[in-house]
């Protein structure tokens, strides 16, 4: 079976800091993509960052960066400088090369952002 | 640039009503198309997916079924409602190039009395 873990049901972290969302994922595939995606209030789902199995460097993007252990299948997401618009569902999902690009989510991960 | 319209946002409809939700993709060509439904905000089921006009996938046996009439539009809809079809529908298309990330509406919240 194909699925995802998200571990963390709820996380706070204080205004400033850093923090690691975790993310793990069953698949017999080697070729796939990682993403993360952020649903604030508004339930709009934005994608936050991206990651190809094949690449071994870990993708960034701004603020935000993930810990891509292939063989582990880990694929952590860590917000440094922590901004009270993070506030939001994070959704750890992948997708493989060739099923129709058909994503597959974990159950999410509540962050809250605290001044 | 490419946009994707979701309607209508919110809707509230009896047992055993019909259903039609609609999503288009404005700016791009033969993308591949998606519907998803969320329940009490956690994650999100894949419920079909389209990678051309006429070719639907279903992933879940359910009360719904979708179509797409169009290259950029994909309808979901059902029959008959029932009460467990309540939650907050996401439509989302991609790029039919290789793997690129998905892009998703603004959702329709359905409430089914």
């Known amino acids: 079976a194909q699925t995802v873990t998200q571990s963390q049901p709820e996380m706070s972290v204080q205004e400033a800091e850093t923090v690691t969302l975790s993310c793990t994922y069953d698949t017999s595939e080697n070729n796939y993509y990682l993403f993360w995606y952020k649903q604030p209030p508004s339930r709009q789902m934005i994608l936050v960052i991206r990651?190809?199995?094949?690449?071994?460097q870990n993708a960034t993007e701004n603020r935000f960066s993930v810990n891509f252990q292939k063989a582990a299948k880990s694929f952590s997401l860590k917000i440094s400088d922590s901004q009270l618009g993070d506030t939001a569902m994070y959704f750890c999902?992948?997708?493989?090369?060739?099923?129709?690009?058909?994503?597959?989510f974990g159950q999410g991960t509540e962050l809250s952002v605290k001044p | 640039s490419q946009t994707i319209h979701q309607w209508p946002a919110t809707l509230v409809q009896p047992v055993g009503s019909p259903l039609s939700l609609e999503c288009t993709v404005e700016?791009?060509?033969?993308?591949?198309l998606y519907w998803y439904r969320q329940a009490a905000g956690r994650g999100l089921q894949l419920l079909f997916y389209s990678v051309g006009i006429g070719q639907i996938s279903s992933e879940v046996p359910q009360n719904l079924s979708a179509s797409r009439p169009q290259d950029r539009q994909f309808i979901l809809s059902s029959k008959k409602l029932l009460l467990s079809d309540s939650g907050f529908y996401l439509c989302?298309?991609?790029?039919?190039?290789?793997?690129?990330?998905?892009?998703f509406g603004d959702g329709t919240r359905l409430s089914i009395l």
């Open positions: 989302a298309w991609s790029p039919s190039t290789a793997h690129q990330p998905q892009h």
């Open positions: 700016g791009t060509s033969n993308p591949n």
């Open positions: 999902a992948f997708c493989f090369y060739n099923q129709g690009g058909k994503l597959i």
């Open positions: 990651q190809e199995a094949y690449k071994q």
